[in-house]
């Protein structure tokens, strides 16, 4: 896994902070000065942080288990899309639907209603519709796809959430404590750092700054997927290659039991016809 460079989270603009006056004091042992009334955020600690977070991500990819990643601010929306969809991970980046994480079989039901429409349109019974409910069923569909298409594959719980500005998500971080979910998030100046697991001290408005922590993200998450496709393939192999030697055992075993049964037969009469001619 490369190292994280300070020189780019410099050039990213990670280092900014909030204003004074709107610190929050557990971000303390995070800041390193204050320049111009704004808070400069170490990024000697945001490395060791990011490495933290990315060895921690990386496992979890590994394991075969979801990361929602989390962003509803305008300058996030976009790259946190993007990037969770290269890894073909689950994303939220329209309103956080309530009760996501600690309704979520609710919310599933709503997920498969998304389904169940795309079936009717496919088996004909949509065109069985009046034209009234045609329109409020479409409009139900793009509702819900705006919404919850993002996380249409999401079976089951994620393994963890990934978040950028945890005041603005407080919702989805109350529900994935709740349910003991593991949370990686970008943390500025004006947030409590108490609130997340894994603390990644940064600049969370900012496009370049939000790029580029993101982008360090999916490249652990891709890692992860990558080491898990490389064991699923090496089991697979192994099994082959455990296969291929039984059947070569069975086949061994197979020709001795020939040889054996050959030399335990009785003679036949021919045979048994030449030994008495030579005896003689």
């Given at each position: 896994m490369a190292q994280t460079n300070v020189k780019d989270?410099?050039?990213?603009?990670?280092?900014?902070?909030?204003?004074?006056?709107?610190?929050?004091?557990?971000?303390?042992p995070y800041i390193y000065m204050e320049r111009n009334g704004i808070h400069i955020i170490s990024?000697?600690?945001?490395?060791?942080k990011i490495e933290e977070a990315k060895e921690a991500m990386r496992k979890i990819a590994a394991s075969g288990r979801k990361i929602l990643f989390v962003a509803t601010k305008k300058q996030a929306k976009d790259i946190v899309a993007e990037s969770a969809q290269k890894v073909k991970m689950p994303y939220i980046t329209e309103r956080w639907p309530g009760g996501m994480l600690t309704n979520f079989v609710t919310i599933r039901k709503a997920v498969k209603k998304m389904a169940a429409i795309d079936r009717m349109k496919q088996d004909g019974t949509f065109e069985t519709l009046s034209k009234k409910e045609k329109l409020q069923i479409d409009r139900l569909r793009a509702k819900l796809e705006k919404n919850l298409g993002s996380i249409d594959d999401m079976t089951r719980l994620p393994g963890a959430l990934f978040v950028v500005d945890i005041k603005r998500e407080h919702i989805a971080i109350k529900e994935a404590k709740k349910l003991k979910i593991p949370i990686f998030a970008m943390v500025d100046t004006n947030s409590d750092p108490r609130e997340v697991d894994f603390v990644i001290p940064s600049n969370d408005d900012a496009t370049k700054s939000i790029g580029k922590i993101v982008s360090l993200m999916v490249d652990a998450v891709q890692e992860g997927l990558q080491e898990r496709k490389s064991e699923k393939e090496s089991q697979e192999q192994a099994k082959t290659e455990g296969a291929a030697d039984a059947t070569v055992a069975v086949h061994g075993e197979e020709a001795s039991s020939v040889e054996e049964a050959k030399e335990k037969a009785p003679a036949s009469d021919d045979e048994a016809q030449i030994d008495d001619s030579e005896k003689k």
């Open positions: 989270l410099l050039s990213a603009g990670v280092h900014f902070g909030h204003l004074t006056r709107k610190w929050n004091p557990n971000m303390a990024l000697y600690k945001t490395v060791a």
